[in-house]
């Protein structure tokens, strides 16, 4: 027996001595950095590249931790299911006396578990959102040479449940988030990086992470089927499209309009092709081939058709039947919904992710009672506009049974016309 326990005594030694040496050779100082506008600055390039306006906008995530915590996450309302084993914990985050527990579904009281499922909720969550709480109250932010390149040092100094946690965030040439270093209080050796690696898009237009793995003994962190979507923002676009008659539109082959008097158009939905018309110049535009387009000056077709004007005629084609089917068009791929409250009533946050000549841009629909856009506000980086309105006026019930809008006006005084616009089978 003595020989036995002499044994364990010594493979205990081995043990403590082998993690020694692994703490001495792995452990890392924390970093020093500088605090101020260029750390303030780096922040900001981070969240822009990770779309922080969309996160700030988007209404419920769910995702689950290592396959034990189950979350869905009504961030607009600040409430959060947390689920595991026969427990969950309706969350109230802002105001957890509201919060409700339940045990094989039967209502209990219990601060304990209450108190648990807060825990899990700071912990779980941050391996999901943690990038776009860098401006958080409570953080501190530190600009940090790491291979020659800037990182970003956040500190929390206070909240959640581990206050005075640090992590070095490093990023891509194009300020992405790729992967971070943690001094914490949990781990008691310094510089374990973690992978921010592989992302997932997801309908609400923020990217998220769907696993991490930590240079500590190769652990691996699996956030099981991440989600993040708008339901509410998409109930509203829906009853937008049905207020502007969006099923005949679909069912519409040819629209006909002009803008402003200066250009004209046919076009034909079924076969993607639009006819282009200004000065004296008329390309056939094949919307989605363009190099099949045909060029005509005087209504004599070019033998080899100018790839100037085609671009031309394909930029001019974008912009101006943006002014009369965009409300129809909410649901095209590459665009992002949201809700804005604009004098206390809801409005559609529409941006343009991909697609068109800039994407990147955005609307803001305002409703009349019946749902039919009345204006919105335009923010157009390439253009400067942040926030111009314009009116969407005098819709027009055409043969085939769909709303277009007829004028525009805009705050400067100007007005656009779309001319005698058609739209039939």
Do not use: C
């Amino acid at each position: 027996m003595k020989k036995l326990f002499k044994f364990i005594g010594i493979l205990l030694l081995l043990l403590v001595i082998a993690l020694g040496i692994y703490y001495f050779v792995n452990h890392e100082p924390l970093p020093k950095g500088e605090k101020g506008k260029e750390a303030d600055a780096l922040a900001i390039r981070m969240l822009n590249a990770l779309n922080n306006d969309a996160f700030l906008q988007s209404e419920t995530l769910e995702w689950s931790f290592r396959g034990k915590h189950f979350y869905k996450w009504h961030k607009q309302e600040n409430i959060v299911e947390v689920s595991w084993d026969k427990n969950k914990v309706i969350l109230h985050t802002s105001k957890p006396s509201e919060s409700k527990i339940f045990i094989d579904n039967e209502k209990v009281e219990n601060q304990e578990l209450l108190k648990k499922a807060s825990d899990f909720f700071n912990n779980d969550s941050f391996w999901l959102v943690a990038p776009y709480k860098i401006f958080d109250a409570g953080t501190e932010r530190r600009i940090v040479k790491y291979n020659d390149k800037d990182a970003l040092l956040i500190t929390y100094t206070s909240g959640g449940s581990t206050p005075g946690d640090s992590y070095l965030w490093i990023l891509n040439e194009n300020y992405f988030p790729t992967s971070f270093k943690m001094w914490t209080s949990i781990i008691p050796m310094g510089g374990v990086s973690a992978t921010w690696s592989e992302w997932k898009n997801t309908s609400a237009g923020i990217k998220l992470p769907t696993k991490h793995e930590l240079s500590l003994f190769g652990m691996k962190l699996n956030l099981g089927d991440v989600k993040a979507y708008n339901t509410k923002a998409d109930q509203l676009a829906s009853k937008i499209l049905k207020a502007i008659h969006h099923e005949a539109y679909r069912k519409t082959r040819y629209l006909e309009w002009s803008f402003g008097g200066r250009r004209h158009f046919k076009w034909d939905k079924e076969k993607n092709i639009a006819e282009v018309t200004w000065d004296t110049i008329r390309v056939n535009l094949h919307t989605r081939n363009r190099e099949n387009s045909a060029v005509y000056f005087h209504n004599k077709k070019q033998e080899i058709a100018d790839s100037s004007l085609v671009k031309k005629a394909w930029d001019i084609f974008n912009n101006d039947s943006f002014w009369l089917v965009a409300p129809h068009k909410l649901f095209e791929n590459g665009i992002i919904r949201s809700i804005q409250k604009v004098d206390t009533q809801e409005a559609l946050l529409v941006k343009y992710t991909t697609g068109g000549t800039t994407p990147g841009d955005s609307y803001l629909w305002v409703l009349d009672t019946n749902y039919v856009p009345n204006s919105f506000k335009m923010f157009v980086p390439s253009m400067k506009l942040n926030g111009i309105s314009a009116t969407w006026e005098d819709w027009k019930l055409t043969e085939s049974g769909t709303l277009l809008p007829t004028n525009h006006a805009f705050s400067s005084g100007n007005k656009l016309s779309m001319g005698d616009v058609k739209a039939y089978k």
